[in-house]
Every structure is written in C-alpha cells, then in structure tokens.
C-alpha cells in the first residue's frame, strides 16, 4: 500500500494518544535505510513515519532539495506498495518558509516540521502559524508539527550549544496561536550521540505540558526529538504523558556504518591486496595474481547486511515504543 497523507497520520496519533504508544519518526537519505525500516516495520506489524531533513533532500537529489523530495517521495510510494503497513512521511526540521511553501505545493508529505524554536518566541509563533496557513490555503492533507524550546545539539544545519525546557502555560499560548497538529517540546534529550544516563530527562514536565494543553483543550500529540540515546525505560515513562512521535536518526547513522565496517573487516582480504602486491587498483582486474572477491565488494551485498540490521534495530524499538502490532492497515 503506498504512503497516506496527515488524515490517515492524524489517526494514528489519535490512538497513540488514547492508548500511550508512540510512532518512531525515523528520518532517512537513501534507499537502504528506507528499505530496512519498511521491512522490520511490517515484520511487527507497525504504521511507519520516514522522515527527511533538508539535508537528506539535498543529499538525494544531488544537491536540488526538491528534486530529492520528488526523487525519494517516488521511491517510498513505489517499495511502501509491497507492504500492507501504513507509511508516512514527515519533513524534519525545515527551516525555509519558500521552500515549505514548494513540498506543500507538491503535496508529497503526510507532515511538515516547521523548526523555529532558535527564534524568539513571537517570531516562532509567527513563522510557524505561516505554516500552517500554507496547508490550510492550498487545502493539502498535510500535518504541521512545530516545536517550542531548544534541543542541545546539531541537527542538519541547526546547532544548540544549550537546552531550553519548554514551559507548559507558554505551550498553551504557542498551540493556540498557530494551531499546529503536533509539538516537539524540549524535556532533556539531546540531538547527536548521547548516553541515556547522562540526559537530565524530565518526564514531569512532558506530563505537566500534557495536562495544560488538555486542560484548554488542546489535545495535541507531543514529540520528543533528539531520542537516540534515551533508554527503553526512559522512553516509555515519556510515552506515558503524551508523547506519541519520537525521533529517531543517529542510532540508524550508526548501525549502517558499523554493519558495513564489521563486514569489510572480517573480510579485508577479499578487498585490499597483501603486502606482496602493489596496490594499484588499475591492474587488479587483469590477469595478476591477486584479485579482489566481488562477492564480497559488490555494494548489494553490504546493502542487503544494512538493510537487515535496520530492519532488527527497527522492530525493537516498535516493541520499546508500543506501536508493534497496532497498524491500522493490516
């Protein structure tokens, strides 16, 4: 089935937030990664968010953003069609009002992260309400997730050198002005490699900024950003006070590099020449002594390694996040 837009994403959120689960939001920049998360998504039977960040855009439409929306949306729509999960499609972290302007146009998202949380707050409010009347004007099936207080870290090309917690009454006055559909808020986590043990996590502020927001009737989803080293345990107390999208990148970053690296190690042989060899890569497939094993080179076979272990790390954190066996698309 292919990918479905921000009414079929504003259902999930709706039982998410009814049942304490949450979405792993997993961003992506190329086909392996993309494939391994599909792939551990309907093994468990879990609705799947991809989520691309302009960098990742950039990155797959070699150097043209759009064109790497359009390239990568073609992409997801094609594979999501062999799987019988919901799969959705999140822009993260975006930055540029012109260039939003141009997804919503394309209508590919199923949401779009309008990130202004490095400005002051009336210019957040502004800048993220636009967003919003971008979907509302064109009448796109969009969501729109703003945040509210600053994440330490780098994410694309945003950097927090310090962690601002969000302040609930202020989260109030935030959602009632732009009328977003989700809020990231700041609780602790950290964008980049983090220690779970080492993050100041509040879960008593997720639940006091829960309980403000319902309190005026505004019962958004919250999300938590810079995930990756957040604990099982830390995770579901979080999921427990009305976080239902949590993102996840550094950990799959990792896991790709790693599964490639161990396999080429293992295998150093087949790749590089002994000492007794020149390692001069024009001669090494004429008739020589040494040869490199393609079976062992041909980047399918390390990309099928990659997909697979994106595929087990996925699973298990639909399992640590609830959402294993709860696909409305079954």
Known sequence: MTFYGGNELAAVYEDALGDGFGLIASNIAEPNTMMGLMEGAARVD????????????????????????????????????????????????????????????LDIPSSIMIDASHEPFEENVERSRRVVEMVEERGADILV???????????????????????????????????????????????????????????????????????????????????????????????????????????YQYEYTRTAFDFYRERTDDIVPPDSVDDDRETFFNDVEWAPNKDTFDPRVTGQRIRDRIADVYADLAESAGSAGRSRYI
């Open 46 to 105: 879990s609705d799947l968010l991809l989520q691309l960040s302009n960098g990742a855009c950039t990155f797959a439409g070699n150097g043209d953003p759009i064109a790497g929306l359009k390239a990568m949306g073609t992409y997801i729509d094609l594979i999501a069609a062999q799987y019988d999960v919901g799969v959705f499609l999140n822009m993260d972290h975006q930055t540029d009002l012109d260039r939003i302007q141009q997804q919503v146009e």
């Open 145 to 251: 997730e703003a945040e509210l207080g600053k994440i330490k870290g780098v994410e694309d090309e945003i950097v927090a050198d310090e962690a601002f917690y969000t302040d609930p009454e202020q989260a109030v006055e935030f959602v009632d002005r732009t009328g977003c559909d989700l809020l990231a808020i700041s609780v602790g986590t950290q964008h980049g490699v983090a220690k779970g043990k080492n993050l100041e996590l509040r879960p008593d502020l997720a639940a006091d900024i829960r309980t403000a927001l319902h309190d005026h009737g505004l019962d958004v989803p919250l999300v938590l950003h810079g995930s990756s080293g957040v604990q099982p345990d830390q995770l579901q107390s979080m999921l427990r006070r009305g976080v239902c999208k949590v993102n996840k990148d550094t950990h």
